[in-house]
């Protein structure tokens, strides 16, 4: 069975290689596709995931690596799979949801990447990020108010904690 002559040599390659892996991506691509894309496609093929959920040439190869990344981490990818969001949005979004937080709400309200950590770091700290996940705190501005939050429950757990109190002391304000 031989390739369509109506892809580009670089598309032909992407889909002789994914024949002789014994993948057939000619049901999910068009000529409209990118060879990266169509790389893509068949990467989702080799590891088992759905490849609908991206098998659509308005995505780049990058935001198709992301929502194929959350396919095979098994997450919502249908938080981000969205073709206005770059793919480092999609990144950002992905990385919170494999840790157990929906970010999306922050990536779409402007907030850059150390901004979105810093938020990611007190949801892991297990301190109450919400007080400072705002679009006008800078990613610095987080982390202080984070720290400081950290601060704060280790000396109140060591003052609820008989005997510890005199250990944590020297925990500054």
């Not at 799979?81 to 480092?88: E, M, S, T, V």
């Not at 610095?140 to 109140?156: H, N, Q, W």
């Given at each position: 069975?031989?390739?369509?002559?109506?892809?580009?040599?670089?598309?032909?390659?992407?889909?002789?290689?994914?024949?002789?892996?014994?993948?057939?991506?000619?049901?999910?691509?068009?000529?409209?596709?990118?060879?990266?894309q169509i790389r893509e496609i068949f990467w989702g093929l080799?590891?088992?995931?759905?490849?609908?959920?991206?098998?659509?040439?308005?995505?780049?190869?990058?935001q198709m690596w992301q929502i194929r990344e959350g396919l095979?981490?098994?997450?919502?990818?249908?938080?981000?799979?969205?073709?206005?969001?770059?793919?480092?949005?999609?990144?950002?979004?992905?990385?919170?949801?494999?840790?157990?937080?929906?970010?999306?709400?922050?990536?779409?309200?402007?907030?850059?990447?150390?901004?979105?950590?810093?938020?990611?770091?007190?949801?892991?700290?297990?301190?109450?990020?919400?007080?400072?996940?705002?679009?006008?705190?800078?990613?610095?501005?987080?982390?202080?108010?984070?720290?400081?939050?950290?601060?704060?429950?280790?000396?109140?757990?060591?003052?609820?904690?008989?005997?510890?109190?005199?250990?944590?002391?020297?925990?500054?304000?």
């Amino acid at each position: 069975m031989g390739v369509k002559p109506r892809y580009t040599r670089e598309q032909q390659n992407v889909i002789q290689e994914a024949m002789e892996c014994g993948f057939d991506v000619s049901p999910y691509i068009t000529e409209a596709f990118t060879p990266e894309q169509i790389r893509e496609i068949f990467w989702g093929l080799m590891t088992g995931v759905d490849v609908t959920f991206y098998n659509d040439p308005e995505y780049s190869n990058c935001q198709m690596w992301q929502i194929r990344e959350g396919l095979t981490g098994k997450v919502d990818v249908s938080v981000y799979a969205d073709k206005n969001l770059d793919w480092k949005k999609m990144y950002l979004i992905r990385m919170g949801l494999e840790e157990g937080l929906d970010v999306s709400e922050y990536v779409r309200q402007g907030m850059g990447p150390e901004q979105i950590r810093a938020i990611l770091q007190g949801y892991r700290t297990d301190i109450d990020y919400t007080l400072y996940a705002k679009p006008w705190y800078t990613a610095g501005e987080m982390r202080e108010i984070g720290s400081k939050l950290i601060r704060e429950a280790v000396r109140s757990r060591a003052e609820e904690t008989p005997g510890a109190g005199s250990m944590f002391k020297s925990v500054k304000k």
